[in-house]
């Protein structure tokens, strides 16, 4: 029977085991409070008290022990053999009576009155459940060493030695002092590892037996790997397919890809290593699996919040930014009210920007792709002329690769990016194929959602893609692609346009690139119309930025070298200083002087023109009634033997000419289109009755024989480049008065337009009259 009384003891800590009554272990003495207790020791005849110690603080409840023996390791480490003989509750620690240890006092805890019947109980289930957990494992000599046990409290203590138990369960088993309550923990614990050996057991024996499908495959992945070892081959193979496995099922690819993927898998695991194919293989799947299956960016469906972004980008534009919150709008209603997104056949949006260079077709995209929220990925097409950059080589060649859709979709990250095909009228095709007829299934909406590419030969849904093409030109877009478009002109900029660009824009932009603050430099409205109107004359605003960085930098070069002081102010007078004379003027009225020169409006790549037609009279002889020059396509040159043939036909000729020489400045630049037809026939009536054109008048419109005037193309482009040159009356095919409502307000408010049917009508109006004629002359 143990003392009962308080005693004081020196404290062994133990952290990574738990001492039991009853328990003998050896303990290697590794710190120095284990060395000094053990040291203590000998003054209490070689009783001390084990406490465990559980995160920052010790157990309430420590074991005393008896040091039975010491002893030193071969390394030197020393250990002592300790027998746990009762619990003890830990109190206050008290002073050292010598040496370093801590000492603690302990009060004995009684181990109790003669067990219960529950006790009893409780620990033949605990024996019983041991026993057969010893047996499953292989061990049932050991439960022999139970059977010699018959306190409970004992039986329950010996739970300390099992391997299953944490730390921290243990801790718990020697806190609890009451031997019922310890030994329903014991058996608890002990029937969830019975539970667990169960378990094991079972799918052991599912394994043994069945060898289902999945073991089998295993066990021959094993036998294929030790073969592969013995090959020598590269002894990484099987945890790529693993690792290709893993990544098909994060991928989200539709059932059907998923199959090819597969399929290929097992194909690369039936594959030698030393073959040229499993390089192949694993090439394929690598940028199959690369692919964005499962990921798509979420709409900002915020109509009016798009609506700021794409005003704050680009000023105008107006058609390109209501079709984008039109599309916007219907995917936000069909959200709202609950209706699936369109996806699939016929959804997918196909858009082309059709306008001269610098009008901010390309910069549209990215905003576009930034008010929606999406991803922005970019495709240029000028000059690609191999089908395979569209759809990709097929997996017969050597270095075959997806195209370019392909991989920009990997770039992109998502399935719905907006989708740039940048300068689509510029493709070529030869002998390699035809890039252009590839791009018809990519663009039409009809089949995109099952877009196939050679390399991958899967299905491809691109019917979530909002795919914008932008070209400078229709005509040699080919015409099956551009049906399978929307076509929205960007015809270019008016004067007030331009200049609200560049000090929205293009300013800032300038200013940050040159090294200049806002409030350093400041230019005005009337500075920024001088650059518009006097060194750029375009359809766009590349050439106003470039006027506009070169007057900067002089600004620049002045701070810099101290010749100025900030803020500098920058007016109409200082731009004639930083960018020298004047490169365009109003030549209108000096080239319409004379008689046989009138003013033509013409649409060319880099937007609308001003066409000056000259007209004279060769001596009469040997040789071709009409002489062209300008390099003037086919149409041109028939739409001048048209004009001649009616001015000959209805213009009295006093002179009686019978040869005439027709030029189209400049002569570098090639010519073609019918819209000349009543600008060369001014010119030649103009010549034949020697009364000049008027200056302030430019026309465009195509004739027939008979004098009638056909519509055109073009109108707001050539009447925008009639605005630039300073004409203030345009003739235009009365069929053509419903263009007039494209041209801006403000254009139309300063020129005066002319609706006509007849070339008579055109003479009428261009020439000027007889009387003032006369007196010119």
Same mark, same amino acid.
């Given at each position: ?34 060395? !000094? ?13 084990? @406490? ?7 157990? #309430? ?44 006092? @302990?009060?004995?805890?009684? #181990? ?126 099987? +945890? ?89 709008? @219907? ?68 270095? !075959? ?11 992109? +990250? ?35 959602? #099952? ?27 080919? +015409? ?35 090294? /200049? ?41 002045? /701070? ?37 020169? !009138? ?30 020059? +300008? ?83 073009? @109108? ?49 109006? !261009? ?11």
């Amino acid at each position: 029977m143990p003392d009962l009384k308080t005693t004081t003891l020196p404290l062994l800590p133990t952290a990574n085991g738990v001492v039991l009554p009853g328990m003998v272990v050896t303990i290697a003495l590794e710190s120095v409070d284990a060395r !000094a207790a053990a040291a203590a020791s000998e003054l209490c005849a070689g009783r001390l008290v084990l @406490v465990p110690r559980v995160d920052d603080r010790f157990a #309430t409840v420590g074991t005393i022990a008896q040091i039975e023996d010491r002893g030193e390791l071969p390394g030197g480490m020393k250990v002592v053999v300790i027998r746990g003989i009762e619990r003890g509750l830990i109190g206050n620690g008290v002073a050292a009576p010598s040496g370093s240890a801590t000492w603690v006092q @302990v009060d004995p805890l009684p #181990t109790g009155e003669e067990p219960s019947g529950r006790a009893r109980e409780l620990a033949r289930e605990y024996r019983a459940v041991i026993e057969n957990i010893l047996d499953q494992r292989g061990a049932s000599q050991m439960a022999e060493l139970f059977r010699g046990i018959t306190d409970p409290g004992a039986m329950a203590d010996t739970a300390g030695y099992s391997p299953d138990l944490t730390f921290e369960q243990k801790v718990e088993l020697l806190e609890t002092v009451d031997v019922e309550q310890r030994l329903e923990k014991a058996v608890t614990w002990a029937n969830d590892v019975l539970a667990d050996l169960a378990l094991k057991k079972r799918i052991h024996e599912e394994v043994t037996d069945g060898l289902e499908k999945t073991q089998r495959e295993f066990l021959l992945r094993q036998q294929m790997a030790a073969i592969r070892k013995e090959l020598g081959e590269d002894a990484d193979g099987e +945890g790529a397919v693993e690792e290709y496995r893993r990544k098909l099922e994060e991928s989200g690819a539709p059932d059907e890809v998923r199959s090819s993927i597969e399929r290929e898998i097992g194909r690369l695991e039936r594959t030698s290593e030393q073959s040229p194919e499993h390089g192949w293989i694993r090439t394929w799947l690598d940028t199959v699996l690369e692919i964005p299956w499962g990921t798509r960016t979420e709409d900002q469906l915020d109509v009016t919040e798009a609506r700021v972004v794409l005003d704050a980008d680009h000023t105008g534009l107006d058609d390109v930014k209501d079709r984008i919150i039109e599309y916007l709008a @219907v995917r936000k209603l069909r959200a709202e009210r609950g209706l699936p997104a369109v996806s699939g056949r016929g959804s997918g949006a196909i858009v082309a920007l059709v306008g001269p260079p610098g009008v901010g077709k390309t910069s549209l995209g990215e905003s576009v792709a930034r008010a929606l929220g999406r991803k922005f990925v970019r495709m240029a097409l000028g000059g690609v002329r191999d089908e395979a950059e569209i759809r990709g080589h097929r997996r017969t060649y050597v270095g !075959a690769q997806p195209g370019r859709i392909v991989r920009a979709l990997r770039e992109a +990250g998502a399935m719905n990016p907006v989708f740039l095909l940048d300068e689509v009228d510029k493709l070529g095709s030869d002998w390699r194929g035809d890039p252009s007829s590839a791009l018809l299934e990519v663009l039409d909406p009809a089949q995109n959602h #099952t877009f196939r590419d050679h390399y991958l030969e899967v299905d491809l849904d691109l019917s979530d893609v909002l795919f914008i093409a932008t070209a400078n030109v229709i005509e040699t877009i080919p +015409g099956p692609l551009l049906d399978r478009m929307e076509v929205i002109p960007l015809d270019g900029y008016t004067e007030e346009e331009k200049v609200a660009i560049a000090r929205d824009h293009l300013l800032a932009r300038q200013l940050e690139r040159n090294g /200049l603050g806002a409030e350093e430099v400041s230019v005005t409205d009337g500075a920024l119309r001088a650059v518009v109107a006097d060194y750029t004359r375009e359809a766009g605003v590349r050439n106003l930025e470039r006027e506009l960085g070169k007057a900067l930098r002089k600004v620049a070069t002045r /701070l810099a070298s101290g010749e100025a002081t900030a803020p500098v102010a920058v007016d109409v007078d200082d731009i004639r200083a930083f960018l020298g004379r004047a490169r365009f003027f109003f030549e209108a009225a000096d080239r319409t002087s004379v008689p046989g020169v !009138a003013t033509g409006l013409a649409v060319t790549g880099a937007g609308g023109d001003v066409l000056f037609i000259e007209a004279t009279a060769l001596p009469n002889g040997e040789g071709p009634r009409l002489v062209l020059t +300008g390099q003037l396509g086919d149409v041109m040159k028939e739409s001048a033997e048209i004009a001649l043939s009616w001015v000959r036909s209805h213009v009295e000729d006093d002179a009686g000419a019978s040869r005439f020489h027709v030029h189209v400045p400049a002569g570098a630049v090639p010519k073609d289109g019918p819209s000349a037809g009543i600008t060369m026939s001014t010119a030649l009536a103009s010549l034949l009755t020697q009364r000049p054109v008027r200056s302030r008048v430019g026309m465009t419109g195509e004739v027939t024989l008979q004098g009638r005037v056909l519509p055109i193309g073009g @109108v707001k482009q050539k009447v925008l480049a009639a605005h630039r040159a300073g004409l203030r009356e345009v003739i235009l095919p009365a069929r053509n008065g419903p263009d007039l409502d494209d041209v801006p307000e403000a254009v139309r408010d300063d020129i005066t337009f002319h609706l006509v049917d007849e070339m008579s009508q055109v003479l009428a109006l !261009a020439l000027e009259p007889v009387a003032e004629a006369a007196q010119a002359a």
